[in-house]
């Protein structure tokens, strides 16, 4: 149960899935769906519809494709974490690399290139599941299958015919070359090497003797099979595609990179609200904080450690082995510094045919070898940040949907992290990050990415651990969780949570608040004399936060109120995850409900509603009393505005650093 949405994550007992799983035959259908989902929900539909009619007595009791493509929708949530997609990939990879056992330079893959991934034809699909059924039944006189596929469709089928008959195929590639367990298989793979042109996909019976009878010849697909992986195949595969066989330079160049641009992005990347015009730097706080007194911008990603673990799974390191630390550089050192980078770009700029490496152009060709691996290079970063920020409440950890991770190749996030890389200054905006990591768990949320909250696809649902604890912290503030399950209110299942529509989302403005008359907010804020003494406190102990919930057609809309405020004020949460990455937050040594003395004429108690004072003085200073209420903390950053933010700190502290950096509020 979701405390503040009032909402399940879970599933339902009595769904399709549930029925199907209360007999035998129903399962073996669950066990045959969970690898045909991976072909997408119409190509299994069609699949199983010629399936069923071919067994069937009484063709009219046939369902339609269209039902059967409905049913695979319903079972999708379920069925995706089967584990056969996984299965799949890591078929592909144990295929490639035998593939290119010897190559001198094996290569990388590029964008829409055909690669062992593809999906095979439904109907040579079908037509092997009747040739496997005819080798368990009594009486028939099937002696073994031969399938003859191109290699492309080849890691499908071998998983495919493993995952049915518990023992993998024979495979036999154009070269002679095989793969063989210990006991022969009845189930032969021929691979055919992959060409220009059309290929088929065929499906021979051998009887004992010796004749061959074929029963399907089919043209191989075009499309790749999808479906939730692990981190580790998943990091696996994205090495591979991009930078080509583990011995490659390339492979072992980005490796090297990893730990030290991991470690560089979250020191040095700057994290901003759309639209933002915050002038708070921490830079100016360098050299003036009194000793004791610590002032830190918010940091959106976890600790060191954790983005370290998430790599050492990213790279499918050995478990017994402890995860590698991120590298910190030294100042002015920047990835192409590292020596294999730098070899790898000597020889991608000699071999490189693109007018600027050939200093025909003074404009980058985004077609440059050496563009491409610094992009593919910081795509990597890219995962590994996302999904460092990911908490999963499964034992097995989350799952990544496969083929995301050419999903926003060159994105806003990633051209920020190829250019903190390179040593420039970069900035992107958290819904940047946020898009990053959902559609990396396959959530589609491009229609909205500013209004996301919450969204559930394939049986996750993530959204942000903040919105439930509403605890303001300074690190990990983006940190999500994922719960396996689908998001249920009441009787109806919803993929995505949004703001409100009617609240603007780039109301980020940091000026003073204009939504309310300046009559009334000037009502709400309190000058304090010079010489006022003032410590920590709580103005509001009995207002409580209200998560405003709307029923839409296809999605939930959300707000944010205080029903003690006369006016109802509606705020997007959104804010308050943007806030937080742009605020200081202050720790001190000194005793934190300490008295404090006012020592200027510009200082105010301003409200959650208008935490900046309306003053003309720019260098004026709100103080919103709030101590120890993180709902009253929350709801105030949920106004959009960064500020400094007061730990475990004294007054007296967070306003020195507030008139140091410039700030408009101290939220205490």
Not at 409 to 433: A, E, N, R
Request: aromatic fraction near 6%; glycine fraction near 6%; proline fraction near 4%.
């Amino acid at each position: 149960m979701l405390q503040f949405l009032k909402a399940q994550i879970g599933y339902r007992k009595g769904d399709s899935a549930w029925q199907l799983a209360q007999s035998d035959a129903g399962l073996r259908f669950l066990g045959l769906a969970a690898c045909l989902q991976t072909m997408g929900s119409w190509n299994a539909a069609v699949a199983l519809h010629s399936m069923i009619y071919d067994s069937a007595s009484d063709k009219k009791l046939v369902p339609t494709t269209q039902h059967l493509k409905h049913l695979m929708e319903a079972l999708n949530s379920k069925l995706a974490a089967s584990g056969f997609a996984d299965h799949a990939l890591g078929w592909t990879l144990i295929l490639e690399n035998l593939r290119d056992h010897g190559d001198a330079e094996p290569q990388s893959m590029t964008p829409g290139q055909r690669t062992g991934t593809m999906q095979p034809p439904a109907q040579a699909v079908v037509k092997l599941v009747q040739a496997m059924a005819r080798l368990a039944r009594l009486g028939e006189e099937v002696k073994k299958i031969e399938v003859l596929t191109p290699l492309e469709n080849g890691a499908w089928l071998a998983a495919f015919v493993k995952w049915c008959l518990g023992a993998p195929p024979d495979i036999i590639f154009n070269d002679a070359q095989t793969l063989t367990s210990e006991h022969p298989s009845q189930v032969i793979l021929r691979l055919s090497p992959n060409t220009k042109k059309i290929q088929s996909v065929r499906v021979i019976l051998y009887d004992y003797a010796g004749n061959l009878m074929e029963l399907v010849k089919t043209e191989a697909s075009n499309s790749e099979f999808a479906g939730l992986v692990s981190t580790r195949i998943f990091g696996q595969t994205a090495l591979r595609r991009f930078f080509g066989h583990e011995n490659d330079p390339r492979h072992r160049a980005c490796i090297q990179a990893l730990p030290y641009a991991c470690g560089m992005v979250r020191k040095k990347l700057q994290i901003r609200r759309e639209w933002s015009t915050s002038k708070i730097s921490t830079a100016s706080l360098a050299g003036w904080l009194d000793v004791g007194i610590t002032a830190t911008k918010g940091q959106v990603f976890p600790s060191e450690e954790n983005i370290a673990q998430v790599l050492h799974e990213y790279l499918s390191c050995n478990d017994d082995e402890a995860p590698r630390l991120l590298e910190e550089s030294q100042d002015g050192v920047i990835i192409e510094d590292l020596s294999l980078v730098n070899m790898v770009k000597s020889r991608l700029l000699q071999g490189c045919t693109c007018r600027s490496c050939q200093n025909k152009a003074m404009k980058i060709d985004p077609n440059c070898k050496y563009q491409t691996f610094i992009s593919s290079v910081s795509t990597c970063v890219a995962h590994i940040l996302a999904l460092s920020l990911v908490n999963s409440a499964d034992q097995a950890g989350m799952k990544l949907r496969f083929p995301s991770f050419l999903e926003g190749h060159g994105g806003p996030f990633i051209k920020s992290i190829q250019s903190t890389i390179l040593g420039s200054t970069s900035t992107c905006s958290v819904s940047d990050i946020l898009q990053t990591v959902v559609s990396l768990l396959g959530h589609d949320i491009k229609h909205n990415p500013h209004g996301w909250v919450m969204s559930s696809y394939y049986g996750q649902t993530v959204y942000p651990q903040l919105f439930a604890t509403q605890t303001l912290r300074s690190e990990n503030i983006l940190a999500l969780e994922c719960i396996s399950g689908v998001l249920m209110l009441g009787d109806e299942c919803y993929s995505n949570v949004m703001v409100e529509r009617w609240i603007g989302q780039d109301d980020s403005s940091d000026e003073s608040d204009t939504d309310l008359p300046a009559n009334q907010v000037q009502n709400r804020q309190a000058r304090l004399a010079n010489g006022k003494r003032i410590h920590p406190e709580n103005s509001f102990p009995s207002h409580k936060l209200r998560w405003r919930l709307l029923h839409k057609e296809n999605n939930l809309e959300i707000s944010l109120s205080v029903p003690q405020f006369p006016a109802l004020p509606v705020e997007n949460p959104r804010f308050a995850l943007e806030s937080m990455a742009e605020s200081i937050f202050v720790n001190c040594t000194h005793e934190q409900m300490t008295d404090f003395t006012i020592t200027t004429n510009n200082v105010y108690i301003t409200q959650p509603l208008a935490p900046v004072p309306r003053s003309q003085d720019i260098n004026s200073i709100g103080i919103v009393q709030c101590d120890e209420n993180e709902q009253m903390r929350f709801f105030t950053l949920a106004k959009g505005h960064p500020g400094v933010i007061r730990q475990n700190a004294c007054l007296e502290c967070c306003m020195k650093c507030c008139q140091l950096v410039a700030a408009r509020f101290i939220l205490c």
